[in-house]
Structure formats: C-alpha cells, structure tokens
C-alpha cells in the first residue's frame, strides 16, 4: 500500500506562486513514475505534469508549461509542483498520484494506480 499526502495549497492572487509537495509513504516511491494532475469544479480530471524515477525526464500539459516545474526528491520520498503566473483557471484541487508499474502512458489517469487526497488551489483575479 502507497499513501500520498499533498499539501501546500491555498489562496494566491492571479501572477502569483505557489509550490505543492506531495509525499510518499514507501521507499519504493524511487521507482516509480509520479504525475500532478487537477480537477475544476463541473470538470474532468486532467493532467498537469509528470516526471520519470530518475527525474530525468519531465513532461506538462500546454496549458501550464513554462509556468510550472515538477520536481522530485527521492532521498525525501516527495515530489513537488512548483507553480508560477497562476491564472484563475488554474484553480482546481490538485492531486498527486503513482503511475503504475506496468503502464507507458504518462498523461492518462487510468496508468495512476495510488493517489492522494487533493489540495485545493484558489487563484483570484
């Protein structure tokens, strides 16, 4: 069993920062692919950004890229969303989550097989 807590969250102007950190229970979390993905009221789930065991390689959504970094400490079993120039539109509960093992896909929800609980980021205009 794999338990992700998210925290970090909160209230932020529009252009503002905010950076969520999500940890893993298990030292298996360095073998495993971790994705970000975020859910708006009326909406479907959808995904924000991914990154590899190794951290080597990363991946986003067009909507956010080259305003959020995802990041990765293996030795401190955390994964971090690292967001700035928020938008209101990126208000949504964010929720991190564990590719599994045997999936090739990054983006699709389906390929995550242990998420956390969700925090709520607000941006106001």
């Known amino acids: 069993q794999v338990q992700l807590v998210e925290s970090g969250g909160g209230l932020v102007q529009a252009g503002g920062s905010l950076r969520l950190s999500c940890a893993a229970s298990?030292?298996?979390?360095?073998?495993?692919?971790m994705g970000w993905f975020r859910q708006a009221p009326g909406k479907e789930r959808e995904f924000v950004a991914a990154?590899?065991?190794?951290?080597?390689?990363?991946f986003y959504a067009i909507s956010v890229k080259g305003r959020f970094t995802i990041s990765r400490d293996n030795a401190k079993n955390t994964v971090y969303l690292q967001m700035n120039s928020l938008k209101p539109e990126d208000t949504a509960v964010y929720y991190c989550?564990?590719?599994?093992?045997?999936?090739?896909?990054?983006?699709?929800?389906?390929?995550?097989?242990?998420w956390g609980q969700g925090t709520q980021v607000t941006v106001s205009s």
């Open positions: 989550a564990r590719r599994d093992y045997y999936s090739s896909t990054y983006s699709s929800s389906s390929a995550y097989d242990y």
């Open positions: 298990r030292r298996t979390f360095s073998a495993s692919t």
């Open positions: 990154i590899y065991e190794n951290g080597g390689s990363t």
